[in-house]
């Protein structure tokens, strides 16, 4: 194969891309939000694209993975529609009532709750509903919330890892690798559960001090009632029938935004009251915009055949070992998904691995290292994944709050604690990437597995 030479449109693509990244990556430095310099490189992209001939906002617009937007946007407001029911304070009353002051039973169940919740409606969404929560049941019992809170994220940040859409990396790898939501459990769920049950009990260790701490015992039996009732039973109803959906949502012929969106449109109609205007203003659509724009971006890079020229410099080594390929990456990515979140790290990969399969390269056991890196990654800082980033954000107002410093979670703290987990989880991985490699590596297992669901589908509907 005839080897790509550096051009004009390669090298303005390339300069776009690493600038904008720069601006992504250091926003607590210079105060701007990372969305606005997504959206200032979209547009540049778009522009030096079409004045060199590699892009067009046509183009643009093909380049967004809507089956992620739509998914996302779905899903961010069934949780709006289910918050002021008080379903999930319910939860977490009924846990914190349910520990008896066993402060690790109390991070064990809270933080297996919290997973659960993760592995469908993503660990953002999650923190963001138990963190407010977990401090008040801490502050009630008079003991530090930050081990809770941490455990919240660390443990949320590993669960999600499980399926397509426990983390938003796991729906753009799944959008683009073409990865069915019980592909992606039967490959992800068993090395998920290994490092999540390694996480819990790490945790025990890394906080054995202050789980030593005596609480003060609180009945929390007379908060536990719902708000709205008929609106929770309606909702945890349409979650269910979401899952069976995200199961079967191949056999249908359906992509996985098409069932987020039936499940809404249920809750809508059978929910009690539900105002779309209340609700839907509740979205983060600064979020998705940041997702449109990246999409925007790396599609230029793309275009320009960047992408193509970086990927032909990697295809040597990976055709020489691809399982050191994979160990690697799955390391690189959860180093630079620490420090710089893994969500646009997780763009840029994608179009390269896609190189790679053009090319004649299994990939398949790519994907799953990336999926693993970047998700594994997200505990080694603050910055690793939104989640950390709001838990971050709600101590260091909790600290303001009771002018008490020590309460705030600083960034060395975070490093302190999720570094080892997320070094330990990474082990773990990789020892079970390097047994199972022909399972991670082999696409018949994939079409085996698919066939059979397909065939018992056809045999029930017959």
Same mark, same amino acid.
């Not at 790396?298 to 020229?309: A, D, N, Q, R």
């Given at each position: 194969?005839?080897?790509? %030479? ?72 069934? %949780? ?38 993760? *592995? ?96 003060? *015992? ?237 065939? %018992? ?6």
């Amino acid at each position: 194969m005839e080897m790509l %030479v550096m051009d004009t449109p390669m090298m303005v693509s390339g300069i776009i891309l690493v600038l904008t990244f720069i601006g992504i990556f250091t926003e607590g430095v210079h105060g701007f939000h990372r969305a606005k310099f997504a959206l200032g490189g979209a547009g540049a992209m778009v522009l030096a694209g079409q004045y060199f001939g590699f892009y067009s906002p046509e183009l643009a617009i093909e380049s967004i993975d809507w089956n992620v937007i739509f998914l996302l946007g779905a899903m961010m407001t069934v %949780v709006a529609i289910m918050i002021p029911t008080g379903g999930f304070q319910m939860l977490a009353y009924k846990i914190a009532d349910l520990s008896k002051g066993k402060l690790f039973l109390l991070m064990a169940m809270m933080g297996t709750l919290v997973t659960v919740l993760s *592995l469908l409606l993503d660990n953002v969404t999650t923190v963001v509903i138990f963190g407010p929560l977990i401090i008040l049941i801490a502050r009630s019992m008079q003991v530090n919330p930050i081990p809770y809170l941490l455990a919240a994220a660390l443990l949320s940040d590993t669960g999600g890892v499980a399926t397509l859409v426990g983390d938003p990396p796991n729906l753009m790898i799944g959008s683009a690798a073409g990865i069915d939501f019980n592909t992606f459990f039967y490959h992800m769920g068993g090395i998920v559960f290994v490092a999540w049950i390694a996480t819990l009990f790490f945790l025990k260790v890394i906080f054995k001090k202050e789980l030593a701490e005596k609480p003060v *015992l609180q009945d929390f039996s007379q908060q536990e009632e719902l708000k709205d009732p008929y609106t929770w039973k309606v909702a945890l109803a349409v979650l269910g029938i979401m899952v069976v959906g995200f199961v079967l949502h191949r056999q249908f012929h359906w992509e996985a935004w098409f069932v987020a969106g039936l499940g809404l449109t249920l809750l809508v109609f059978f929910g009690k009251d539900v105002d779309m205007d209340d609700h839907f203003a509740e979205i983060e659509l600064t979020l998705l915009v940041f997702f449109m724009a990246l999409f925007i971006i790396v599609g230029g890079v793309e275009h320009s055949k960047f992408l193509e020229y970086i990927g032909q410099f990697i295809l040597p080594f990976v055709q020489e070992d691809l399982l050191v390929a994979c160990i690697l990456l799955m390391w690189v990515a959860a180093f630079l998904s620490a420090f710089i979140d893994n969500i646009p790290f997780t763009a840029a990969m994608i179009p390269i691995i896609i190189g790679l399969e053009q090319q004649g390269v299994n990939v398949n056991a790519l994907w799953w290292a990336l999926a693993a890196g970047v998700g594994m990654g997200g505990n080694g800082s603050h910055l690793g994944s939104t989640a950390n980033v709001f838990i971050v954000t709600i101590s260091e107002k909790l600290a303001k709050d009771e002018g008490r410093p020590e309460l705030a979670i600083t960034p060395g703290l975070w490093i302190k604690k999720g570094s080892p987990i997320m070094i330990l989880t990474l082990i773990i991985c990789s020892i079970i990437m390097t047994l199972f490699f022909d399972f991670y590596s082999n696409p018949d297992g994939i079409t085996a597995m698919s066939g059979g669901i397909e065939n %018992v589908t056809e045999a029930a509907a017959h």
